[in-house]
């Protein structure tokens, strides 16, 4: 199978690879769907399957490659600092010229191999507004020179929170994915972001906030197997079976918050937000006091809507709903148009009995979200309380 593939795609590592994934997808199916009428089949096409995903893959990258050198009008330098060459471009595109979101949003674009609505959603912003804000970043490149040049080691601190802000909205997008035409999950995002998150660490080891980050993301992933039913549903955090958790990816998550926590510097965002999944991740149930207590300390480094919502959340399950929807009302200025604030809200308000408001903040919920296992999580629970 292996020689014929090879053959028909010139390439025998693509070959070889999309051979192991679909041997490994078998091993991991089939024990409990049953074995396919034609085993032999069914791996030929998977493999064939598998190969054409990573050859999409990597001609996606080289165009982002050639459409990074058209945008800055120049080639870009030899082999500098960084020895891979997808963490390097992206610092490359993170010029600290650009404002933060326009450098991260430029970069998504070029090399993240996130769309204009992908992006959009990460920043909640409509899709006209993201794109013109791209357009932007190109112009103001183009104008000012900017050089399509790899940064020095000594340039790297410089740019790293854009090149952590890319990173963390390329795990999001594949962690849950927010377009309904894609799968709710999308590994291969996750897992690339996971792999730079490594490499970055390793060339930046003391940089807390990288630490941080390659913490978050691990915790965070440690729970992807339980997050989205069988039926396609998501499974909300409480809901899920902490037997299916990676008990290595915790582990590994755990000793770098610890080692954060031994240093003694104060925590950043993404060091408070990988503690904050340390707390989830450890015992049975959450400390619901320490989440809010680590809360309190991001919400005064990032006073976002975002990080107030998921504060209120916390609030909720420590103090109960009426105190969370309290602190969630107040930010519906700012939130109207995210999915997200308008499903933790719903939740709140069925469990203190308001059920005609909770059904509306699942409507509203549902208009808005775009994850498929989101939608059928939430049509569900609106549903069921208008069988109750």
Known sequence: MVAT?????????????????????AAEHWPADGVPPNPGAWIT?????????????????????????????????????????????????????????????LTLRMVGGLNVAEIASAFLV???????????????????????????????????????AVLFLIFNEGYLASSPDSAPVREEL??????????????????????????????????????????????????????????????????????????????????????????????DSPDWTQVVALYDQLVRLDGSPIVRLNRAIAVGERDGPEAALALTDALEPELRGYHAYHAARADLLRRVGRTAAARGAYDAAIILAGNSAEIAYLTRRRDEMRRD
């Open 5 to 25: 593939l090879a053959k028909r795609f010139g390439n025998l590592d693509i070959a070889e690879e999309g051979a192991a994934e679909a041997f490994a997808i």
């Open 45 to 105: 096409t998977t493999a064939t399957r598998k190969a054409i995903d990573r050859i999409r893959r990597e001609s996606t990258r080289d165009a982002r490659h050639r459409e990074a050198q058209l945008v800055y009008g120049t080639q870009p330098e030899p082999l500098g600092a960084i020895d891979d060459d997808r963490l390097r471009l992206i610092f490359t595109c993170c010029h600290p010229a650009l404002a933060m979101d326009a450098r991260v949003a």
């Open 126 to 164: 409509q899709d006209t507004t993201m794109g013109a804000r791209i357009t932007r970043a190109k112009a103001k490149i183009a104008a000012a020179g900017i050089p399509y040049r790899l940064p020095a080691a000594e340039d790297l601190p410089r740019r790293v929170s854009g090149v952590l």
């Open 190 to 283: 996750s897992a690339e972001a996971i792999r730079l998150a490594r490499m970055l660490h390793q060339l930046l080891p003391d940089d807390g906030e990288t630490t941080g980050m390659l913490g978050l993301m691990l915790l965070t992933d440690a729970r992807r197997s339980a997050r989205v039913s069988s039926d396609g549903e998501l499974v909300p955090l409480a809901e899920q079976d902490r037997g299916q958790w990676d008990a290595v990816l915790i582990a590994e998550g755990h000793a770098l918050v610890r080692e954060r926590l031994a240093s003694g510097v104060t925590p950043g965002r993404y060091q408070l937000l990988a503690a904050i999944n340390a707390v989830h991740t450890d015992g």
